[in-house]
């Protein structure tokens, strides 16, 4: 069983409603991460939270808001997605030095669909 | 984004027969990582490789780092129904910040 749970793992919203994804981990990591995967493409990295910071954004748009409100909670605020946003989002977590590769670790995913 | 050259693609294979795939780059890599993906779930990590060269089993599973850091291979051993699924390398290319993936394996297996 993966320590990296998240919820809700299906969502389905309309492109005005505001909803959140929500990820924990029990690793005791203190670098989490928001992939999004589109249907049969690899993992697309979205933030990086290192020790409760946002360290990375990878010019991800303003409607996607990510927040870690400790080392163990990371959360994806949704508002105002386009139906393009539909995919499955990842969370992750490793060890704190994100320049170091250490070994990253998936939750289940939460199934977006945008409609 | 940047990827990974993963092959084969696809493919199918009877059960009990040895799957091999790959990963290679220009690039040269600090860590390889190689998953399991289920549909409609997240990726399983299967082996974590560290050091050129490194040679590392997790059951039926073998996997290695090339001695150039630009590649890495993983072996199933006797294929059963349930290594059905896609199969992603990852690997943290140095001076970097974030693992760049393959495109993916799907591995089928006929009974």
């Known amino acids: 069983d993966t320590e990296v749970t998240q919820t809700p793992k299906h969502l389905v919203m309309g492109m005005t409603n505001k909803k959140s994804l929500k990820c924990e981990q029990h690793?005791?990591?203190?670098?989490m991460y928001w992939y999004k995967q589109k249907a049969k493409k690899p993992p697309e990295l979205m933030f990086v939270?290192?020790?409760?910071?946002?360290?990375i954004n990878e010019s991800v748009p303003s409607r996607f808001s990510p927040e870690c409100p400790n080392s163990s909670l990371l959360n994806l605020h949704l508002h105002a997605l386009q139906p393009e946003d539909s995919a499955l989002y990842l969370c992750?977590?490793?060890?704190?030095?994100?320049?170091?590769?250490?070994?990253?670790?998936f939750g289940e995913g939460s199934w977006l669909t945008v409609v | 984004g940047q990827q990974l050259n993963q092959s084969p693609q696809s493919m199918f294979i009877q059960e009990g027969e040895d799957v091999s795939m790959n990963c290679t780059s220009s690039?040269?890599?600090?860590?390889w990582l190689w998953y399991k993906q289920d549909p409609g779930e997240g990726p399983v990590l299967l082996i974590a490789?560290?050091?050129?060269?490194e040679l590392t089993s997790n059951g039926r599973l073998t996997a290695q780092f090339g001695t150039t850091r630009k590649d890495s291979f993983l072996n199933i051993s006797a294929s059963i129904p349930s290594d059905v699924g896609i199969y992603f390398c990852?690997?943290?290319?140095?001076?970097?910040?974030?693992?760049?993936f393959g495109t993916g394996t799907r591995l089928k297996v006929l009974a």
């Open positions: 992750a977590s490793s060890q704190g030095n994100i320049n170091s590769g250490n070994t990253i670790y």
């Open positions: 690793m005791g990591h203190r670098a």
């Open positions: 939270y290192s020790y409760e910071k946002l360290s």
């Open positions: 690039s040269i890599f600090n860590t």
């Open positions: 490789l560290y050091k050129a060269g």
């Open positions: 990852a690997g943290f290319p140095s001076g970097t910040y974030k693992y760049i």
